[in-house]
């Protein structure tokens, strides 16, 4: 082993992995006035994605952090799809949905690589970079987690190195070393499916401008134009091979490959494999989320199937969850056992498991081998799939299910930092994601999402409050809606859920305080 020194700087919070969880948490630290290191053991950004999709809560957390142009710049927010149900064809489009309560009412297909290298670009405009090549080292031992902070050893190919940080965060995927250094237990199983990712050539009748899925008793097929290693990416389910499952993952042949496209119809040939792997899916949930100063997030805290593009989404909600905390408690000089750290944990844990459930019921429906799942993807689906243009121009039924995808059910009412002066009041509870809604501030016409695009805590006051200066604490901003009659005061945390409402503000500057401004 190589020698080790300390490190010169000690830094706020120190990430351990560089997927986009990562790289969200960092940009959130660093936006809210905290320091950051990123290690990651890769020794470059590049690999083939994963994740395809992007959901409109996940959009709404990243907007105060300034790259949500960029994403929908590279990202398609209006797709269509061929849907391809036994013999019939079904076209239908996805572009605006209909919720209402949100300024993104739509999916965005973007890959994990192009959001990867969006939030890249702006943790180096604001001056920070991924150490590549460099993680935690098993050998080494757990973290040390003091009263002021935590120790840990990291190392690369040519150095090793003890970093003095006030928190580390694991973000280093299902096979987390964090994780397995803390001993924190990963209860779960192996799914009875696995997931064929490829990127291909085809030569064939397929589309590039159009998603084309196929659905059938056998499980699902996806073919769409967001290759990287060649022009179309399949994504199938099957059976998982025999074999003991694990986290390693291997080709697939190119006679398999053509077999799903063949099982579901498309007519395609696979010209070229520029890139395959057979991908085993667990499902499982960190007994806890922290540790002292140690926090998992995103797939090292849960893993469960691709169903309903959760994964990605929940761990960037996850990130924007917990990075602010982390910058703030910093500045404030809280510990671990504050209600700010604490509530990490007792929020986004619950939100994890009812994740779990959703995509267990999506994908057991998707793809499962069982005879029920079978008869209805293969029998029932047909009969209905005339009808499926019809369901998806019902406004009220597609924002429903975008609602719930996107996780806009998500709340934490029962959160030390929900607190509610206010119990019989209108409008969003403690704890629940502020809705967009058009407003008049000062005069202006905006909407509540506009105003609160920026990091920091946002104070709402209606038109006849109490005065309250411009910035009441740091990055503290207060916004007087003179369309909202009354002397409400509500907070807004920088993540976009309530956190305070009062009808007179009697109680904001002990509720700021809670949050470490």
Known sequence: ??????????????????????????????????????????????????????HPRTLEVLRPLG????????????????????????????????????????????????????????????????????????????????????????????????VDARFLVGADGTGSTVRQQLGIAWPGRYYAVEVVLADVELCGDVRPGRLQVAVGAEGLVFVFALGEGAPWRILATRPRRAGTPGLGEEPVPTEQLQELLDRAGLDAVVSRVAWSSRIPLQHRLAQRFSAGRVFLVGDAAHSHSPAAAQGMNSGIQDATNLGWKLAHAAAADLGPDSPLVESYQLERRPVARQVLALTDTVFTGEASPALLPRLVRGRLLPLVAP????????????????????????????????????????????????????????????????????????????????????????????????????????????????????????????WLSLVGK
């Open 67 to 162: 790259v949500v142009d960029a994403l929908l710049a590279r990202g398609d927010a209006s797709p269509a799809a061929d849907l391809h149900v036994g013999r019939r064809l079904v076209q239908v489009e996805l572009g605006d949905l209909g919720w209402r309560g949100t300024a993104y009412p739509h999916l965005t297909m973007i890959r994990q690589l192009d959001v990867e290298e969006v939030l890249l670009a702006e943790l180096h405009a604001r001056g920070v970079e991924v150490e590549w090549g460099t993680g935690l080292d098993p050998r080494d031992g757990v973290p040390v987690s003091g009263t002021d902070g935590v120790r840990a050893t990291v190392r690369s190919s040519s150095r090793a190195e003890q």
């Open 1 to 54: 082993m190589s020698r080790v020194r300390m490190t010169s700087d000690p830094v706020d919070v120190l990430v351990v992995g560089a997927g986009p969880v990562g790289l969200a948490l960092a940009l959130d630290v660093v936006a809210h006035g905290g320091t950051v290191r990123i290690v990651e053991r890769r020794t470059d950004h590049r690999r083939p994605s994963r994740a395809m999709m992007v």
């Open 387 to 510: 009808l499926m243009p019809w369901a998806t121009s019902r406004r009220p039924l597609m924002s429903t299910v975008l609602w719930i995808l996107s996780q806009g059910w998500v709340r934490y009412r029962s959160s030390p930092l929900s607190v509610d002066r206010d119990p019989g009041g209108s409008g969003p509870h403690p704890g629940d994601r502020l809705p967009e809604t058009r407003v008049v501030c000062d005069g202006r016409p905006t909407s509540l999402h506009e105003l609160t695009a920026q990091p920091g805590v946002h104070v709402l006051v209606s038109r006849e409050a109490a005065p309250q200066p411009a910035r009441v604490a740091r990055n503290t901003m207060v916004h007087r809606l003179s369309s909202r009659p009354g002397t409400a005061v509500t907070a807004v945390r920088p993540d976009g859920q309530v956190g305070f409402r009062s009808p007179t503000g009697a109680g904001l500057e002990n």
